[in-house]
């Protein structure tokens, strides 16, 4: 059996360290959307496949006979890809999904749907941060007249796609205190997030709750229908290893 392992989330590390030693063979392959990611214990590719037609070509010419697809839950355009192309050649596959994050007592979210919603909630002349990466970012232009801040992992390559957008860098995982300072001294006064949960990325969202911040939470996009869906990390061993 060759694994396919479609990672850049911390989970799919987990995985790719859990089966490196004891389970099948596995091949990782990464977007390459963050630059210098940390190495993975199994051989790695990077960069796309050159669309569908190359993401067949390569699942071929590497015999590959399953594939876990352990990319970020709002990788929506690469999971619907790999469930479509999976369920036409055959292969089995299986989708990790992290759990969600849920409000708690103390915090204050709104829920959007789409980026473009953010400006019908959040008033001219706030301070919004944006936890949401840079491949989005063109989506929040309607909130001209805010002040908007972009953390991305990776310095800029271009200019902020409109008025009155900084970027901050900064590499995770933040503690909850880090967050905290942040958001004060840059004078937070809304938080935008992708609801990607997760333990390690939560620390901006109890950083939120403990200065009264609101939020707004994108909702994941929706998963393709009919497939396997894991949420821990046990089921996507076992999965993997019972091929």
Request: proline residues 8%; hydrophobic residues 45%; aromatic residues 8%.
């Amino acid at each position: 059996m060759t694994l396919l392992l479609l990672a850049g989330t911390s989970e799919a590390r987990q995985i790719a360290v859990a089966l490196a030693d004891s389970g099948p063979k596995v091949i990782a392959s990464m977007a390459g959307v963050t630059r210098n990611p940390p190495d993975l214990p199994v051989p790695t590719r990077t960069g796309g496949f050159g669309g569908e037609a190359g993401f067949r070509v390569f699942l071929g010419q590497n015999g590959v006979t399953a594939v876990i697809d352990a990319t970020h839950p709002f990788a929506a355009r690469i999971t619907d890809r790999t469930a479509r192309v999976c369920a036409e050649m055959g292969l089995p596959y299986l989708l990790f999904r992290r759990a969600a994050w849920v409000p708690g007592e103390g915090d204050f979210w709104r829920t959007i749907t789409r980026e473009e919603d953010a400006a019908a909630h959040i008033p001219l002349g706030a301070t919004v941060f944006l936890a949401t990466g840079r491949q989005t970012l063109d989506r929040f232009a309607n909130l001209e007249g805010r002040r908007v801040i972009c953390r991305q992992i990776d310095p800029p390559t271009a200019p902020f796609p409109f008025e009155g957008g900084e970027f901050l860098i900064g590499r995770p995982p933040f503690s909850v205190a880090h967050e905290r300072e942040i958001f004060t001294a840059l004078g937070v006064d809304w938080l935008v997030v992708k609801n990607a949960g997760g333990g390690l990325s939560r620390s901006k969202l109890d950083a939120a709750r403990d200065l009264a911040l609101p939020v707004l939470m994108l909702t994941r996009p929706p998963v393709p229908d009919g497939i396997t869906v894991a949420s821990t990390l046990e089921e996507a061993l076992t999965w993997a290893r019972s091929r």
